[in-house]
């Protein structure tokens, strides 16, 4: 999918395409996960000051990226809504993106969940030059390493099955905002990760990339 290279003229361009392609969506109401309902539209982004707010508040800045994300778009008018494949639940309503400052609690217990898991702590990160995480969507973080920023799927579990052993797992997901936003906006139920799709792409190693992080 053709699209501007520079990250402020994609994410207008994202914004319009993507909003006309919610007008024209048709829900998947056999699938299960949380889609975009018909007719969703972006929420106005945040000023310089509100992102300066958001900023203070999680306790990190954000790369030039993320900035122009929230300066474009600050979540969506109505959540996302699970159907759960029509098989007689009750149909799930939650954000797929978060707005501010609306979410940022959410935002604030994802992050931290991980963090804790993985004994890591703010004084920790920055002295080992850990990337801090950010919530793109509720499984998809940006790993803020401030050379590409990808997108990791993270999310936890238990090592072997015990209980008294909590894990963080963590894999590439995309290589760049932009690569995500297309694949889980444009392209949500037939895609493929970047790593699956671009397998001999030079990608830096991260902590988030390596196994004694569980």
Request: no cysteine; hydrophobic share 30%.
């Amino acid at each position: 999918m053709k699209h501007p290279e520079r990250f402020d003229e994609f994410m207008t361009w994202f914004k319009d395409v993507s909003e006309k392609h919610f007008e024209e969506f048709e829900l998947d109401k056999e699938a299960y996960g949380l889609d975009f309902q018909k007719g969703t539209k972006w929420n106005i982004g945040l000023s310089d000051r509100e992102i300066g707010e958001f900023q203070k508040e999680l306790g990190f800045e954000f790369p030039y990226e993320l900035k122009q994300f929230y300066k474009t778009v600050n979540g969506t008018n109505v959540p996302g809504v699970n159907t759960f494949g029509e098989s007689g639940m009750q149909y799930n309503y939650e954000p797929i993106y978060y707005s501010y400052p609306v979410h940022v609690t959410i935002i604030k217990e994802l992050i931290n969940e991980k963090l804790e898991i993985s004994g890591l702590s703010p004084t920790t990160m920055i002295k080992n030059n850990i990337p801090f995480i950010f919530p793109i969507e509720r499984f998809y973080y940006m790993v803020i390493d401030n050379l590409t920023n990808p997108i990791y799927y993270i999310s936890t579990g238990f090592e072997n099955h015990d209980l008294n052993k909590p894990s963080v797992y963590a894999s590439l997901y995309a290589d760049s905002l932009q690569s995500f936003l297309i694949k889980s906006v444009l392209k949500r139920t037939n895609h493929i990760s970047d790593l699956e799709e671009f397998p001999f792409r030079n990608r830096e190693s991260n902590y988030w990339t390596e196994k004694n992080n569980r």
